[in-house]
């Protein structure tokens, strides 16, 4: 089964510190992609960062990071020095090869940035 | 920035009405999705396209169809809305593997 776990519902960061949003997922096909996207409450998908199953190295963008682990295939994100505008949902994605272009998505994340 | 546009952003119509929900891209893209979301929910794809002619339905049973006549443009007709598919609706494309762009949604309300 190809599937995409966020075990948390709801996150709370204090301005400045880090935070970790966990992703779990599930895939059977050797080659996938792993993808993060931010929902503020306006209703858009804005794309964050993208990890590739074969990239040896962990993706970053910015203050955004990924902490991928293939083994225990987790691909959490990592935000630094969180702002109050990163107070949004977080969705983790998953494209299996065989699927085509076609994501499969996560129950997502609340984080709340408290000043 | 992804140039990916939805029309309308909002929309509230009555039950049995035909809407039609725009989208379309400027970056040649072959590749173009539907998906639904319910508040708070994750999202769900309903139709996609890899090219001109070319449709599909997703995961999740939709009433909604889709036409691809040309590559910019996937547009999401419901024959006759119901208050059952009151939810957002987002279109996407990808060019690449690495990469899926969002338009801003419609969030559909029918009464």
């Known amino acids: 089964a190809q599937k995409i776990t966020q075990t948390q519902p709801g996150m709370f960061v204090q301005e400045k510190e880090a935070v970790t949003l966990d992703c779990t997922y599930d895939t059977s096909d050797p080659s996938y992609g792993l993808f993060w996207y931010k929902q503020p409450s306006s209703g858009e998908m804005i794309f964050l960062i993208y990890?590739?199953?074969?990239?040896?190295q962990n993706a970053t963008e910015g203050r955004y990071s990924l902490n991928f682990q293939k083994a225990r295939k987790s691909a959490n994100l990592v935000i630094s020095a969180s702002q109050l505008g990163d107070s949004a949902m977080y969705f983790c994605?998953?494209?299996?090869?065989?699927?085509?272009?076609?994501?499969?998505f996560g129950q997502g994340t609340e984080l709340s940035v408290k000043p | 920035e992804a140039d990916i546009y939805q029309t309308p952003r909002y929309l509230v119509i009555g039950t049995g009405k035909k809407i039609t929900l725009e989208c379309s891209q400027t970056?040649?893209?072959?590749?173009m999705y539907w998906y639904q979301q319910d508040p708070g929910m994750e999202l769900h794809l309903i139709h996609y396209s890899y090219g001109v002619n070319s449709t599909e339905k997703g995961d999740l049973s939709s009433e909604s169809t889709v036409s691809r006549i040309r590559t910019e443009h996937f547009p999401l007709t419901l024959e006759s809305a119901r208050p059952s598919h009151t939810s957002q609706y987002l279109c996407?494309?990808?060019?690449?593997?690495?990469?899926?762009?969002f338009g801003p949604g419609t969030r559909l309300t029918v009464l």
């Open positions: 994605a998953m494209r299996p090869r065989s699927q085509g272009g076609k994501l499969i």
């Open positions: 996407a494309s990808s060019g690449g593997i690495n990469e899926q762009f």
């Open positions: 990890q590739g199953s074969y990239d040896q």
């Open positions: 970056m040649g893209h072959d590749k």
